[in-house]
């Protein structure tokens, strides 16, 4: 066997019990479930990290740096009202953002070839955001991110969000997070079409 | 000569003439305008396009498809709050939403090997999306975007985002705005050193 083929079995291994450890645990994005499982099965990828899409609310310091960044709260669902703007009115940090993040895949490989069959499904289906991030002998990361988010600053200083347009903003956060699902929905169906 | 070799030298010539067509225009954004020209000196690269970050008004119809998008006003500089307020309030289609893009650029190469390079200098500073987007015969495409940004809804049926907060919001865009031209300066200066 070759050098790389060796990595590469070896890589897979380790990342598809990584995998079947966090979905015993119930530590999986349920959504995420029927495309990692596929994957796990296949000859030529595995997946190294998955989120189907969140909604949160990060603190950061007043330069804003992402190293002092803090989760104020997080949900991996849609949200509702209430319970977002209990997490603004208590924090007392500096400057706080509400974040609807998109879905994010770490998809791998063994070469450019099985890479390449990726890349064509992101653009056959709408995905804008993806390439190939690692490139190494025997294995190869592919970033896939989704294009349906919202990113707004909702409290600093004196100046906080009002109500009545926090709660159209909640409702939009909802809606791309739906569409998030259906985003995943329609890359399980093509990458279970074309890979094996 | 080999037939990737020949590809590759007719793509980066055709590219060097757009960069210069586009400059002697004035259709280039300036502060792109160093990186471009060194590029275009290189051996093993080309640039294809690049966005120093711009800020945007999107209408959208009720479905918010791409596809019916339209600019509704654009900015590549700073805005002020009068001209962004102004936009909202002659907005009479279904959605607007205000975006503050990041810097983006599509940097074109020969092989895998000189791909890596760029690669390892986003890596390096900081730039968190980026990857090989397009893999054939002579020609490899890396989009680099970079991660200061704002999406946010600002106006839908009667709902409109009120002018004390729009204030501070202008403030945030025109903040993330210089960021992201301090880092495209970082990745000018890091692109010039690595590539020749």
């Given at each position: 066997?070759?050098k790389?083929e060796?990595?590469?079995?070896?890589?897979?291994e380790?990342?598809?019990?990584?995998?079947?450890?966090?979905?015993?645990e119930g530590?999986?994005?349920?959504?995420?479930?029927?495309l990692?499982?596929?994957?796990?099965?296949?000859?030529?990828?595995?997946t190294?990290?998955?989120?189907?899409?969140?909604?949160?609310?990060?603190?950061?310091?007043?330069k804003?740096?992402?190293?002092?960044?803090?989760?104020?709260?997080?949900?991996?669902?849609?949200?509702k009202?209430d319970?977002?703007?209990?997490?603004?009115?208590?924090?007392?940090g500096?400057?706080?953002?509400l974040?609807q993040e998109p879905?994010?895949?770490?998809?791998?490989?063994n070469?450019?070839?099985?890479?390449k069959?990726?890349?064509?499904?992101?653009e056959?289906?709408?995905?804008?955001?993806f390439?190939i991030?690692?490139v190494?002998?025997g294995?190869?990361?592919?970033?896939?991110v989704g294009?349906?988010?919202?990113?707004?600053?909702?409290k600093?200083?004196?100046?906080?969000?009002?109500?009545?347009y926090l709660k159209?903003?909640?409702?939009?956060?909802?809606?791309?997070f739906?569409?998030?699902?259906?985003?995943?929905?329609?890359?399980?169906?093509?990458i279970k079409?074309?890979t094996?």
């Amino acid at each position: 066997m070759k050098k790389e083929e060796t990595i590469f079995k070896m890589v897979k291994e380790h990342h598809k019990k990584t995998f079947e450890k966090a979905r015993a645990e119930g530590k999986m994005d349920l959504e995420f479930i029927p495309l990692c499982e596929h994957i796990s099965k296949t000859k030529n990828y595995f997946t190294s990290s998955c989120c189907s899409g969140r909604i949160v609310l990060i603190g950061l310091d007043k330069k804003e740096k992402k190293q002092e960044s803090v989760f104020h709260r997080k949900w991996h669902r849609k949200v509702k009202f209430d319970e977002l703007k209990k997490g603004i009115d208590s924090f007392d940090g500096s400057v706080l953002w509400l974040k609807q993040e998109p879905i994010i895949l770490h998809l791998g490989t063994n070469n450019i070839i099985n890479s390449k069959i990726i890349l064509q499904i992101c653009e056959k289906i709408g995905i804008k955001k993806f390439g190939i991030k690692v490139v190494k002998d025997g294995k190869q990361i592919i970033e896939l991110v989704g294009t349906h988010q919202i990113n707004i600053p909702v409290k600093e200083d004196k100046i906080q969000i009002d109500d009545k347009y926090l709660k159209y903003i909640v409702k939009k956060c909802n809606q791309k997070f739906d569409k998030n699902i259906k985003m995943l929905k329609l890359l399980t169906k093509e990458i279970k079409k074309q890979t094996k």
